[in-house]
T-cell receptor
Framework: GAVVSQHPSWVICKSGTSVKIECRSLDFQATTMFWYRQFPKQSLMLMATSNEGSKATYEQGVEKDKFLINHASLTLSTLTVTSAHPEDSSFYIC????????????FGNGTRLTVT | GQNIDQPTEMTATEGAIVQINCTYQTSGFNGLFWYQQHAGEAPTFLSYNVLDGLEEKGRFSSFLSRSKGYSYLLLKELQMKDSASYLCAVRDSNYQLIWGAGTKLIIKP
């Protein structure tokens, strides 16, 4: 089945630094990848839709200059949290979908970010 | 607006059957998905319904009624490892996924 690899699984960083999270589709090409954030005991919240070769589409309330998304190839999208603050601490999950109508989203294992 | 409702929490007994309901109001419909999410982990795909009726996959089944805007996930022969959150998601006319808040299922021995 389709596999999405996300790295790192967890990261601790100091306030003010930047963190890059990678998302790779291992056995299929993904024109579109999605980035979600999930706070404890809350549902998934879509942050942005990453489109290969073009700019990402951000959801309302998500700062595009803070959460930089690069979808440089059909198998790789990156999310960079710039100038991280403690309130950015969360579980970040990427997902991708094969180009079939019935295809579900395949999720990476998520990245737990803690900003101290 | 678009809305998906599912119960916040349910409790069931090991070996029993539980039904998790999901009702939705979305702008268009292009399929409904159920995902399982264990605490601290990413969601995993369980089922997909786009036509009315029941889809069975082992111990899990999912039902859809488009006219009623209603789906349920049925879990049989419950095991302790089934303790998780179950997320209902609907793909709307723009192929955007609208997520429910999830149902936390607690399995007791």
């Amino acid at each position: 089945g389709a596999v999405v690899s996300q790295h790192p699984s967890w990261v601790i960083c100091k306030s003010g630094t930047s963190v890059k999270i990678e998302c790779r589709s291992l056995d299929f090409q993904a024109t579109t990848m999605f980035w979600y954030r999930q706070f404890p005991k809350q549902s998934l919240m879509l942050m942005a839709t990453s489109n290969e070769g073009s700019k990402a589409t951000y959801e309302q309330g998500v700062e595009k200059d803070k959460f930089l998304i690069n979808h440089a190839s059909l198998t790789l999208s990156t999310l960079t949290v710039t100038s991280a603050h403690p309130e950015d601490s969360s579980f970040y999950i990427c997902s991708a979908r094969e180009e079939r109508d019935s295809s579900p989203l395949h999720f990476g294992n998520g990245t737990r970010l803690t900003v101290t | 607006g678009q809305n998906i409702d599912q119960p916040t929490e349910m409790t069931a007994t090991e070996g029993a059957i539980v039904q998790i309901n999901c009702t939705y109001q979305t702008s268009g419909f292009n399929g409904l998905f159920w995902y399982q999410q264990h605490a601290g982990e990413a969601p995993t795909f369980l089922s997909y319904n786009v036509l009315d009726g029941l889809e069975e996959k082992g111990r899990f089944s999912s039902f859809l009624s488009r006219s009623k805007g209603y789906s349920y996930l049925l879990l049989k022969e419950l095991q302790m490892k089934d303790s998780a959150s179950y997320l209902c998601a609907v793909r709307d006319s723009n192929y955007q996924l609208i997520w429910g808040a999830g149902t936390k299922l607690i399995i007791k021995p």
